[in-house]
């Protein structure tokens, strides 16, 4: 069985003026209710297929690079995170511009009956793939047990 653990978390505003419209229209989407809408959400897209043998999960991590993800699966819950900083700095004539941004989303899945130690993933345009193969079922045989 697969499962999802719900997200929790995201930017909770305080708003002081309860009436202020511009404020309300400007932060509707980016209500937890939303995600998806606001891009700074810290919320990947993620879609999770299964067949006979494997569960394929694949997240949307555009601009992201490699060595910023981090796949782990522990007591059977599934952690893709992602840990972004950025810095850039320029020197021109007269000004100096230095920026820095960091970032970073997470997202868990409860998991069953996989075989973590066979996981692979590959990451590529922007999507990581994550193959879990499934555990064999065992196959219980009933017998009827006659009576003497």
Do not use: H
Request: with cysteine.
């Amino acid at each position: 069985m697969f499962g999802l653990v719900p997200f929790r978390g995201g930017n909770v505003s305080r708003r002081r003026d309860m009436w202020d419209m511009d404020n309300i229209f400007e932060s509707f989407f980016k209500d937890s209710m939303f995600p998806s809408f606001y891009a700074n959400s810290g919320q990947m897209r993620v879609d999770i297929r299964e067949d006979e043998k494997n569960y394929v999960v694949e997240a949307e991590l555009p601009g992201v690079k490699k060595e910023e993800i981090n796949l782990e699966v522990d007591e059977n819950v599934l952690t893709i995170a992602v840990n972004r900083k950025e810095e850039v700095n320029e020197e021109q004539e007269k000004y100096i511009r230095r920026e820095r941004r960091c970032s970073s989303m997470t997202r868990s899945f409860a998991v069953d009956n996989i075989r973590p130690d066979q996981a692979t993933a590959k990451f590529e345009n922007g999507i990581l793939v994550i193959d879990l193969p499934k555990k064999e079922e065992t196959v219980t045989t009933n017998k009827r047990i006659e009576i003497e």
